[in-house]
């Protein structure tokens, strides 16, 4: 292991970890919410995935994905047009051509997530949050994945989440001849580690864990009984990718991402 | 037979005083981006009351939420961006004091495209294996075909009125949307029984001015009742290319939220007697015309 590499944060290999997420031989719109999931969605376009289209976070294609935060000299070039007029149109309904990946207030075992309000009643929410947005249909027509900075048994929830904003794989939630073939659950990625969804009905397993973190830890931050399919420590992120993030991410937003910024590789205790 | 009335200019007052309590009304744009702001300040001028309200809300939504002009709202989101809750309309919420139908973003435009069209529904997938259908009281439709698949009946959103915030109109509101993203816009236009326009620039003849920006035409003048120049008229939402968000306003206004949150000791501030003082406050058109565009 070189010196570059033990002094990735890991919010870097967070962003590697995202970046792995959105692999793919597709073409296909990449969206990552917060800078984290779209740093790592700029890394997969810049690295193993050119056939991913991303926009400048407004309404213009860019083939370089734009950097976070003032650009300076930079001036993003404009290659394609994908503005929310025609988002469900082009990205969304047409199934299969986007992969989102999104920060949810609450996830449950079944992959069912909440942005919308928590406790109280639909009438009368005790937190009123953001509203579904778009994660219905999302979650029904393209793949989904999620980055979840500070790992907790509030974000992974006992039983269900508290208003489903985004359908998952609970069968009590499916009606007879509805068609759920869109439903493209991929990674979840914590400060703590990778989990899929790979295990028998969907069910979530973790996959790989970061550098020094055990399977009990994981669990006894989850509140649902978690598959462990661990085979790997989760990889850090060489000098290219280090060089790639630094890039995509000028002015470090990324250090504000995860409390205290640690380092990937945690200290000895 | 009598020629339509093609000269659609009003002011403000005039176009509020054609709206009725009760009415559903659309408002255009999206979040905190090309809101009819001037037009729902002189709602809330106005002694209007008991809106539905159908937005891909704002600071509309959370103004009107704020001074009870709203019995019901249908959303997907309210949100000012960087301040991700809109703190009005959380406060309407969490203290209970309104209906609402909460949708995908892509079903709100669905269903608005539906009332443009004159149906009763529109299927859709999107809704299926959530909380929707339940909480919104969504009907289901089997298709009649071999496949029989299940969907989501995404009732029409009929709006009795709507009102939008564009670039350019002239007097027989011919109008042009300008800047990156128009959002659904045009759909609240068809949707709408009437249409009322606030502009940023009025002109006679659109064609003697600007022929050169017709594909920003993206509705038609026969949807359009009425027309008002409103120069800063998205203020303090984003009006691109003219003016970008004006974020120190917002932040002003959600702390202003903050206990005790009382609107009426700052509607003054955030609405004011008239258009021209409200602006002023704000440091009048030119500092509008001044605020740059925001970058994501």
Known sequence: MSDVTNQATLAELCILACSEAFRTSAEQVATGIGPVPRIGAGLARLTHSPGLMMTDGEAFLVEEPVPLGPRGDHQPRFAGYLPFSRFFDSAVWTGGRRHAMVTPTQIDRFGQTNLSQLGGTHRQPKTQMLGVRGFPGNSIYHANSMFIPAHSKRVFVEGEVDMVSSAGYNPAKRIAGGNYSGIDLRAIVTNLCVMDFGGPDNAIRVVSLHPGVTIDEVQEATGFALLDAVERETPLPGKDALDVIARLDPHNIRASVIRDNPPAVRAAP | ?296
């Open chain 2, 1 to 296: 037979m009598t020629a339509p009335m093609l000269d659609k200019r009003m002011s403000a007052g005039e176009i509020v005083s054609q709206l009725r309590d009760g009415m559903t009304l659309g408002i255009g744009g999206w979040g905190p981006r090309r809101k009819p702001m001037a037009l729902v300040r002189e709602i809330l001028r106005s002694d209007l009351k008991d809106l539905t309200v159908v937005s891909y809300g704002g600071a509309d939504v959370g103004m009107l939420c704020a001074a009870s002009k709203v019995k019901k709202l249908a959303f997907a989101f309210v949100s000012l961006d960087a301040i991700p809750l809109e703190p009005w309309f959380r406060k309407a919420r969490e203290a209970g004091e309104i209906e609402v139908f909460e949708m995908d973003e892509g079903m709100f435009q669905w269903g608005l495209k539906a009332a443009a069209f004159g149906l009763p529904f529109l299927p859709t997938r999107v809704g299926l294996g959530t909380d929707l259908a339940e909480l919104g009281g969504l009907k289901t439709v089997q298709s009649p075909y071999d496949d029989g698949e299940v969907l989501i009946a995404m009732p029409a959103l009929k709006l009795d009125a709507a009102i939008i915030h564009v670039s350019r109109s002239d007097w027989r509101g011919n109008v042009q949307l300008l800047g990156p993203d128009t959002y659904y816009d045009e759909w609240f236009a068809k949707a709408a029984a009437r249409t009322y326009v606030s502009c940023e620039e009025l002109v006679d003849k659109i064609e003697d001015h600007y022929p050169q920006d017709v594909k920003a035409n993206t509705f038609e003048r026969c949807f359009v009742s009425g027309v008002v120049e409103m120069t800063g008229g998205a203020h303090p939402s984003s009006m691109p290319p003219a003016y970008g968000w004006d974020m120190k306003a917002f932040k002003e206004y959600a702390a202003a939220a903050k206990d005790p949150g009382d609107w009426s000791a700052v509607a003054d501030r955030f609405v004011g007697t008239d258009e021209a003082v409200y602006l002023e406050g704000f440091g009048g058109k030119e500092a509008v015309a001044a605020l740059p565009l925001p970058i994501f």
